[in-house]
Nanobody, 128 residues
Framework: QVQLVESGGGLVQPGGSLRLSCAGS????????IGWFRQAPGKEREGVSC????????YYADSVKGRFTISRDNAKNMVYLQMNTLKPEDTAVYYC?????????????????????WGQGTQVTVSS
C-alpha cells in the first residue's frame, strides 16, 4: 500500500525555519514526481514546490522562491522541504503528494488533481 507521511510542522516565529519531511512507504519515492502543496483556511490548495522524477528539476511558487528548497534523499526514501525566512502568510497545512508524472514541474505544481497519492498533512504556523 502506497503511503506518504509528512512531519516537521509546528509553530515558528516570523523569520524562522522549519524542515518538512515526506516519508514514503510501499513504493520508491525516487521513481515518482513529488509535490509540496499547502492549504490555508478558506483558501484553495496551492502548489509550493515540485521535483521531477527524472532529472531532478525543481519548481517553486513565486511566493516561496529563494526561501524554500525541495530535495530528495533516495537512500532514505524521503523528500524534504526546507523553509527559511518564514512569514505569517506561509501559515497553512502542508501536504506532500506523489505520482508518476512526465510533465513539466511547473505544470505539476499547478495541477493538484494529477497527484494520486497524498499524505495527511502537517500544520505550519508562523506567528509571533
Amino acid at each position: 500500500q502506497v503511503q506518504l507521511v509528512e512531519s516537521g510542522g509546528g509553530l515558528v516565529q516570523p523569520g524562522g525555519s522549519l524542515r518538512l519531511s515526506c516519508a514514503g512507504s510501499g513504493f520508491t519515492l525516487d521513481y515518482y514526481a513529488i509535490g509540496w502543496f499547502r492549504q490555508a483556511p478558506g483558501k484553495e490548495r496551492e502548489g509550493v514546490s515540485c521535483i521531477s522524477r527524472s532529472d531532478g528539476s525543481t519548481y517553486y511558487a513565486d511566493s516561496v522562491k529563494g526561501r524554500f528548497t525541495i530535495s530528495r534523499d533516495n537512500a532514505k526514501n524521503m523528500v524534504y522541504l526546507q523553509m527559511n525566512t518564514l512569514k505569517p502568510e506561509d501559515t497553512a497545512v502542508y501536504y506532500c503528494a506523489a505520482d508518476f508524472l512526465r510533465i513539466s514541474v511547473q505544470a505539476m505544481c499547478a495541477s493538484t488533481h494529477l497527484f494520486g497519492s497524498w499524505g495527511q498533512g502537517t500544520q505550519v504556523t508562523v506567528s509571533s
